[in-house]
């Protein structure tokens, strides 16, 4: 995740919190490796990160045995990023959908082929498999790995809002 992707999620957490929908959140992410050569590409991965603005600690084996529960079997140290978090997913898209819902949105369970810009109106078309064209101002995508397909038919890769 970016520094503007974690952003925007506790915007979002905040936002449907005040409207009723708590998403559950635990602070920090920690991730163990396993050996040394785990251990240099956090450490590698540490740096990069910080150049674009995200802070992560590196933990050392003896900061590891601190912990309570302790960590899973020997481990060469850790990468805390300590802005991220955890949450229940399910929970989040239910959150957003029932906001979304309340606030207009028509969701349909039909496959997108593809995605255009909608002539005339600045918004998208999503061209259904079935064939039913829907036209909006904003799209959400959703369709994971499986957007890169969906947007290659019309190259809208570089109108996309993409923060990262």
Known sequence: MCSSDLALWQSWRQELAGRGRPIAWRNGLLLVAANGEEAERQRWLQGARCQQGI???WWPPERLDELA??????????LLSPLDGQLDPRQAMEALHSDATAS???SRGDTVAAVERARGSGGWRAVLASGLRLEAEWLVGCAGMGSAKILRSEEHTSELQSPC
């Open 104 to 106: 207009g949105l028509t």
């Open 69 to 78: 529960p302790s960590a899973p079997g020997p481990a060469s140290g850790a």
């Open 55 to 57: 802070p992560l600690e």
